[in-house]
């Protein structure tokens, strides 16, 4: 599932594109994309058709785009493989495409935003905005301290300026859970996944399973820090692509797969002690760590 990264690379790519763009067209090709939308199919089309995006914003992985002159907004979220590729308008259908927006920029003219879902886990929907409950802009990419429903019950994530290491600590300090089972807790903090919770446990030296609330305030300190870190590299790297399903909006894959330290890697060699990277069972996925930096604490 795209994480952080993943899902800031495809709003900051479609910023530019789609903010102060009309909607000329809207088409929804499989109502399946929709199961986020209160009503019709129908009623999808016909509130987006005409109407001009003021936003491209994200909180988590979770992204939306405000309607202007409207108290409502798209939501995206993209689920398994949920894409959103920019083409050239009348572009023929791509394989998987569930929703087509024919826009018009003030700028860059006419294009086509594809909705893309091979899986069809992702949605699109049109919500009601409210009020943000600490007053401060709602994510990445607007001022406005608006936010729509759905996203409203989703942490800051740690990229966000609003987001506050004081309630991550406290957070964490309460909670008996193992460590990597909250950071995935999106209601904690949001924007990690499997991926970047396992990376950002090898760089703070942190075993998955440790108890959340036996670290140390250091711990934590560090750890918030290796996530911030891990996204950051990540998204200067275009996001971790392992197949063709996570593309940015012009259907390129991300490099940081090459970067992974621990995840993925199971049997190759720890870059800081050279202990074999070891892969157990967690959920319905995977942990990957190392047995030697990062020490179970219980």
Not at 84 to 101: D, K, N, Q, S, V
Not at 134 to 151: E, F, K, L, S
Request: with cysteine; net charge positive.
């Amino acid at each position: 599932m795209p994480e952080l990264p993943e899902v800031e690379v495809v709003r900051a790519g479609l910023e530019p594109a789609i903010v102060g763009a009309r909607i000329e067209g809207c088409a929804v090709l499989d109502p399946r994309a929709l199961t986020r939308h209160a009503d019709t199919p129908a009623s999808f089309e016909r509130e987006l058709t005409g109407r001009t995006l003021a936003a491209a914003a994200r909180r988590g992985k979770f992204l939306w785009f405000p309607i202007a002159g409207t108290r409502r907004a798209v939501v995206a979220h993209l689920g398994m493989s949920g894409q959103m590729l920019l083409r050239e308008p009348g572009a023929p259908t791509e394989r998987h495409e569930r929703i087509r927006w024919d826009i018009v920029h003030p700028e860059h003219g006419e294009l086509a935003v594809l909705f893309v879902d091979q899986r069809t886990f992702g949605s699109l929907a049109v919500d009601d905005l409210e009020p943000t409950v600490d007053g401060a802009p709602a994510g990445r990419g607007t001022t406005a301290t608006d936010i729509p429903t759905q996203v409203a019950h989703i942490a800051r994530d740690p990229l966000d300026p609003a987001f506050e290491n004081a309630r991550f600590h406290r957070e964490l300090a309460r909670r008996a859970s193992g460590i990597k089972r909250v950071l995935l807790d999106q209601s904690v903090v949001s924007g990690i996944g499997n991926i970047y919770a396992d990376e950002a446990l090898w760089a703070a030296r942190i075993h998955p399973e440790t108890p959340a609330s036996l670290l140390s305030r250091a711990s934590r300190g560090r750890l918030i820090e290796a996530v911030v870190a891990v996204m950051t590299k990540a998204l200067a790297e275009g996001g971790t692509s392992f197949d063709a399903q996570y593309v940015n909006v012009n259907g390129q894959a991300g490099y940081f797969a090459h970067s992974l330290e621990a995840y993925g890697r199971t049997g190759a060699e720890c870059s800081r002690c050279g202990s074999a990277i070891v892969r157990v069972a967690f959920t319905n996925r995977s942990s990957h760590y190392c047995p030697r930096c990062q020490r179970r604490r219980s």
